[in-house]
């Protein structure tokens, strides 16, 4: 019972590391959008500083997946069982992971600093779908697990 109990605190705290680092590349982003987006004498520093930090969420956010993907996959094995909502929310979470990594590489990877409100508005739309695949995956834990 110790480890069902470890089980669940590993995967609720990894997701919400990974939820976290979703808000706080948000915040920061909101926080730099002028610098970034204007025409600052710093806009270079700024798109550095931008890289810098996407690098170390990454790791963050990279850990807390695969700690998620993990815990999640020893509940349903020992514990919970794979029903059908186990592999809704695991689909759910894959699905999230695929439109994440797909719109980044459509959208945001291409900008260039400083751009366009328009084009700087990529970013917000990645955390549209980051967020509402979020809130996706917490309805069916919630309510149909």
Avoid at 64 to 80: D, R
Wanted: aromatic share 16%.
């Amino acid at each position: 019972m110790v480890f069902h109990t470890i089980l669940r605190f590993v995967h609720i705290v990894s997701f919400a590391a990974w939820f976290g680092t979703i808000l706080a590349s948000l915040f920061f982003l909101k926080a730099i959008e002028s610098k970034l987006t204007g025409n600052d004498n710093n806009t270079a520093e700024y798109a550095q500083l931008l890289q810098r930090f996407l690098k170390l969420e990454t790791k963050v956010a990279d850990v807390a997946v695969i700690g998620v993907i993990l815990s999640g996959i020893l509940l349903a094995v020992l514990y919970h069982g794979w029903t059908v909502w186990v592999f809704v929310k695991s689909l759910l979470i894959v699905l999230q992971i695929a439109l994440t990594i797909g719109y980044i590489i459509r959208s945001v990877r291409t900008l260039t600093y400083p751009c366009s409100n328009q084009e700087y508005n990529s970013w917000y739309r990645l955390f549209g779908i980051s967020l509402t695949m979020f809130a996706l995956v917490l309805f069916v834990s919630f309510f149909l697990l």
